[in-house]
């Protein structure tokens, strides 16, 4: 009986750890493993992210979808990310015209 009821408490004991476990860990959705060393065309590219930890990283999204992982030491990854973000503040600031105006219309920008 007694070793029933120990078996049963230990049974209980890593269900517990193992849903906490599952419950409190956050998986990345993107993990860069290596970094490219190819230049990406600033025009193909529609927006990035910059990862933090282990590897830091810049992952670039294409105008097609792909993800590109590249060193945020890099010149022309330095570059690409003053451009882009230019272009957004650019695109965020600018004011419609007066035939473009309308109080009833909400306009939302993606970038």
Do not use: H
């Amino acid at each position: 009986m007694r070793l029933l009821i120990l078996a049963f408490l230990g049974i209980c004991c890593l269900a517990a750890d193992t849903v906490e476990g599952v419950g409190s860990e956050v998986l990345e959705k993107t993990i860069c493993v290596s970094l490219t060393t190819q230049r990406l065309p600033i025009k193909n590219i529609k927006t990035y992210t910059i990862k933090e930890g282990p590897m830091k990283a810049v992952i670039f999204i294409t105008r097609r979808g792909l993800k590109v992982c590249a060193d945020p030491q890099v010149e022309w990854v330095k570059k690409a990310v003053r451009t882009i973000k230019s272009t957004r503040r650019n695109v965020s600031q600018t004011k419609p015209t007066g035939a473009q105006q309308s109080s009833n219309t909400a306009v939302t920008l993606s970038g």
